[in-house]
């Protein structure tokens, strides 16, 4: 089995308005050298598969077919053997 955590974030070419808002809202609370802040997703999925190459195979067709807009956004993701 193993265990696959997705991250998704738009491409930096894209403006991030929750981003913005988040480090307005540090900025205000008085945290200091907040230069920029990026809102992102974290997707986590455990997969029965037979060896990591399979694993990483099915996520990444998951990240291009549905999890991720591709145009926007990029991924990445860590697989854990567990």
């Known amino acids: 089995m193993f265990y696959a955590k997705v991250y998704i974030t738009l491409k930096k070419s894209i403006a991030d308005p929750q981003g ?3 480090r307005e809202a ?5 945290y200091e050298g907040v230069q920029d802040v990026r809102m992102g997703k974290l997707i986590e999925i455990k997969l029965e598969e037979k060896n990591r190459i399979q694993a990483e195979n099915k996520v990444k067709d ?7 807009n591709t145009v926007i ?3 990445s ?3 854990l053997e567990v």
């Open 62 to 68: 998951m990240c291009e077919t549905l999890l991720a």
């Open 77 to 79: 993701y860590d697989i």
């Open 26 to 30: 540090l900025i205000s609370m008085d």
């Open 73 to 75: 956004e990029d991924y």
């Open 20 to 22: 913005n808002a988040i």
